[in-house]
């Protein structure tokens, strides 16, 4: 596996695939790699000839300071586990390589995707995600970018990005992997104090049962119970539930024929936050 800090080479390395005709699968990442990032890995591993992963925690992509401040940092692991599932190449850049001593953030319009749920509790963090993919983009230059569903909003922001700024990549989404207890996978799950590790399958418990009173019950019904299930829980703190129309991203109070829903999730356990979703 080739291992690229600088940009110039990582260009100069795709580019002679290219030029053999090999395609290329990128998986940007943050790094504190587990098996939900490796199965990006693993699927993009099928359908290109070349599979590039990045490694870089994003710091336009955090409104919190602390979190970005104590974000895993696991790479000799990493590259151990990229190895492991046949790489071709990751790209380790340093700040000042992507930023070139301006961390700022593109101002985008992602058609309103941004103002729900994650734009609402995180400020700038979409912005900043437009930002660092879109350079990256630009870097690597691949034919399939895949992204998970664990993140569903920023997977729509991306294939948003990508059409408005006309890109040539084909961005596919993948599916989230859970802990058996099904938890899902997150690089910040290493942070949670045992407690909490243990009380955090509770969020896909209900988002399970939720999924499963929506067949009768209405929205709003759902979305009160999954409110005072949280509220009778000590340990986890609900930030937001919202089941919204899976294209568009609006809050839906009623059903429509003919639309999908997804529940989105963010719950404090602790400091630590967490994310989850479900298809409704
Ligand atoms: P991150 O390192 O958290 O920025 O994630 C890098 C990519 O891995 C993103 O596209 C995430 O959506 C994806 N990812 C993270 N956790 C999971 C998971 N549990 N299942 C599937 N994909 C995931």
Redesign the pocket.
């Known amino acids: 596996m080739k291992i690229f800090e600088n940009k110039e080479d990582l260009k100069r390395y795709v580019l002679e695939q290219k030029a053999d005709h090999k395609s290329v699968g990128f ?6 790699l ?1 098996q ?2 490796l ?2 890995v693993e699927k993009a591993r099928k359908k290109n000839k070349i599979v590039v992963v990045s490694i870089f925690v994003n710091p336009t992509q955090f409104d919190n300071k602390e979190d970005l401040e104590k974000y895993p940092k696991t790479i000799d692991n990493d590259i151990k586990l990229l190895e492991g599932v046949d790489c071709d190449a990751v790209y380790i850049p340093t700040a000042d390589e992507i930023y070139d001593g301006n961390v700022k953030s593109e101002k985008f319009d992602f058609d309103g995707l941004e103002y729900q749920m994650e734009g609402q509790f995180r400020q700038g963090h979409f912005d900043g995600v437009g930002t660092i993919v879109k350079k990256l983009f630009e870097i690597v230059e691949p034919d399939n970018a ?6 569903f909003q ?2 729509q922001i991306v294939k948003k990005m990508v059409e408005k700024e006309q890109l040539n990549v084909k961005i596919k989404g ?5 802990e058996d207890d099904g938890l ?4 910040r799950n290493v942070r949670l104090s045992k407690e909490h590790r243990a009380e955090a399958p509770f969020i896909y418990k209900v988002l399970k049962k939720a999924k499963k009173k929506a067949k009768k019950k209405s929205f709003t019904e759902v979305i009160a119970w999954v409110e005072k299930k949280f509220k009778k829980n000590n340990l986890l703190d609900l930030e937001y539930f919202v089941i919204a129309n899976e294209k568009s991203l609006i809050p839906a109070t009623k059903k429509e024929e003919g639309r999908v829903y997804r529940a989105f999730i963010a719950v404090y356990a602790g400091d630590i936050r967490l994310i989850d979703n479900i298809k409704m």
């Open positions: 998986v940007p990442t943050m790094g504190a587990h939900g990032h199965s990006l895949y992204f998970g569903k664990k993140d920023q997977l993948c599916r989230i992997y859970r899902a996978m997150s690089s």
